[in-house]
């Protein structure tokens, strides 16, 4: 199983940009019912969550992105969304997928925001 971001680049301030998470590999009952996550982390700071959905349910982990970011999922495509709206030079960072059944990173994908 492997976990693929996609769709990072550079972006102003104000921009917006969709990430996507493919889950290479993972059978599509345990891709259902896996809780999968997006994190970021900063240069010199930790990595943080983001947002996490289970099944249907996506929730925002984190203040500072509610209301410009969402987290939604397509299970037959095996691949969870994060779309991020009214980007800020602050939403710099190498973004990351996690899957909780595996256990499992993917590669990361830096996201730029420029004023």
């Keep these: ?19 996507s998470c493919k889950a290479s590999g993972m059978i599509l009952s345990v891709f259902t019912s896996d809780t999968l996550g997006w994190y970021r982390q900063a240069p010199g700071k930790e990595r943080e969550l983001v947002a996490t959905i289970t099944g249907g349910v996506g929730r925002i982990e984190q203040d500072s992105v509610k209301g410009r970011f969402t987290i939604s999922r397509e299970n037959t495509r095996r691949t969870i969304y994060l779309q991020m709206n009214s980007l800020k030079p602050e939403d710099t960072a190498v973004y990351y997928c996690h899957s909780a059944s595996h256990q499992l990173w993917g590669q990361g994908i830096q996201v730029t925001v420029s004023s």
């Design 1 to 19: 199983v492997q976990l693929v971001e996609s769709g990072g680049g550079s972006v102003q301030d104000g921009g917006s940009l969709r990430l």
